[in-house]
């Protein structure tokens, strides 16, 4: 899923939870990334977050 916000943020929504953010710098000519996984049993959010 993705969303596309009012603040010029797509926000992309992964179907295990996680999700990751694009949005253009406010100050700088330069693109900023956010993301977020969930941690699942036996941690596996670091792999996760190394697939992202």
Known sequence: ???LLS???LKFWLQD???FAI????TEPKMKFYF???QGPEDE???RLKQI
């Open 7 to 9: 603040s010029n943020v």
């Open 36 to 38: 977020g996984v969930k």
């Open 17 to 19: 939870g996680s999700w």
């Open 45 to 47: 959010g670091e792999e």
């Open 23 to 26: 949005r253009p710098s406010g």
């Open 1 to 3: 899923m993705i969303d």
